[in-house]
Each structure stands twice: as C-alpha cells, then as structure tokens.
Nanobody, 127 residues
C-alpha cells in the first residue's frame, strides 16, 4: 500500500507558475500509474493529468493542456505537476492519486480508478 503526500501549493497571481510534488512511500513506486486531480469550492473533483508507470504515456484535461506538465522520478519516488500560465479558474485543492498497473503505457483519467490518495494541497490563483 502506497502513501502519498503532496506539497508545493500556495498563492500565485494570474500568469504565474507553481510546481506541485507528490512523494510516495510504502509501495513499489515503479508499478503505479499516477494522476493529479483537483477540486474547486462547490465543484466535483476533476481529472487534471495522469502518467503511466513507465512515464512514457501521459494524458491531460483539455483545460490544462499546453500549460501543465506531469512527470515522475522513480529514483525519488515522486510525481510532479508543473503548472504554468495559471488562471483564477485553476484555484482548487490538488490531489495526487496512485493505482498499481500491470501495463507500462496505461493511465487512468477516472478518479474511481485510483485507490490511493494524498491529502491535497491548496492552489490559489488571484486575478
């Protein structure tokens, strides 16, 4: 069972950048597909980005494509979300999620596909 801990959230102005990190412990990190989700006040949790266990396949929500980049570092048991050109609508709590996968290139875009979740980190983008 993997434990996930996010960090890197904070307050930033429109157009700014942040890099979120998610450190994993207690599991075989290289076997997990990983994802980032977010939940804004009064809204449902939504998919942001995902990366396969090999790191060679990624997927993004249309709303963040071209602005956000997901990556993973197996040596550091970590997954990252580089967020650029931030907008007020990116304001949300960001969650890291993980799920073991038998396939090198698979990723999951549905929150129900993930069993393991971090506690979240808050990102606030001001106009």
């Amino acid at each position: 069972q993997v434990h996930l801990l996010e960090s890197g959230g904070g307050a930033v102005q429109t157009g700014g950048s942040l890099k979120l990190s998610c450190a994993a412990s207690g599991g075989t990190f290289s076997s997990y597909t990983l994802g980032w989700f977010r939940q804004a006040p009064g809204k449902e949790r939504e998919f942001v980005a995902a990366v396969s266990r090999s790191g060679r396949s990624t997927s993004y929500a249309d709303s963040v494509k071209g602005r956000f980049t997901i990556s993973r570092d197996t040596a550091k048991n970590s997954v990252y979300l580089q967020m650029n050109i931030l907008k007020p609508e990116d304001t949300a709590i960001y969650y890291c999620a993980g799920e073991p996968s038998p396939y090198d290139f698979d990723y999951y875009r549905e929150s129900r596909s993930y069993r393991y979740w971090g506690q979240g980190t808050l990102v606030t983008v001001s106009a």
